[in-house]
């Protein structure tokens, strides 16, 4: 009880301070992560490492990047696409409007769009999970079975414990390579 009691204390701490994927708190976290054996134990991890991307230092970029969350939460998908345009412009090097506008240009099956986005969040942060998974699902769609294998074994390399990767890599293994 007293370790649940200090992780969440610890949690609400670090979750309200200005960080991103450069943040010195994300390397123990996914130390962390690469020791647990079930997605049960890292749900904790795995949301204080989503708190810790989703925030930058500049409050205008944060605001507006607020914005653009709500309008995707509300399936506006091309006003929030704008809006994570905006971020992008006041903040270039913050990764999770790169994923952001990823995810939502994946919505709209605008893949090749969506890559590229996805290719500048990796290029900021190397183990963004949640870009490594839509890149999958996006090579998978494309019938790009080899890249989508391998985009699952990098993804695996983060989340040792990720069942989804390991099932999609099972599927495409046991049927299309």
């Known amino acids: 009880m007293r370790t649940i009691l200090i992780t969440f204390i610890y949690f609400i701490s670090v979750s309200s301070s200005f960080a ?7 390397d123990p976290l996914f130390k962390e992560l690469a020791q647990i054996k ?13 708190s810790i991307w989703s925030k930058t230092d500049n409050e205008m970029a944060q605001e507006i990047f607020e914005e653009g969350n709500q309008l995707m939460s509300r399936g506006q998908f ?3 696409i704008l809006t994570f345009t905006e971020v992008i412009a ?21 893949f090749e769009k969506s890559i590229q986005d996805i290719e500048k969040t ?16 996006i090579y998978f769609l494309q019938d790009k079975f080899l890249k989508a294998a391998a985009t699952y074994e990098q993804l ?3 989340l040792p414990f990720s069942e989804n990767a390991k099932r999609q890599l099972e599927r495409i293994n046991g049927q299309f390579i």
Do not use: M
């Open 156 to 158: 695996l390399q983060i």
């Open 122 to 137: 990796l290029s900021l942060e190397p183990r963004h999970f949640g870009a490594l998974d839509g890149l999958a699902q």
């Open 90 to 110: 006041l903040q270039p090097d913050f990764a999770e409007a790169w994923n952001k506008r990823a995810t939502v240009y994946f919505f709209n099956g605008e």
């Open 20 to 26: 991103d994927q450069n943040s010195s708190r994300l």
């Open 38 to 50: 079930n997605e049960l134990a890292a749900d904790l991890i795995l949301a204080e490492i989503w």
């Open 78 to 80: 091309e006003e929030s």
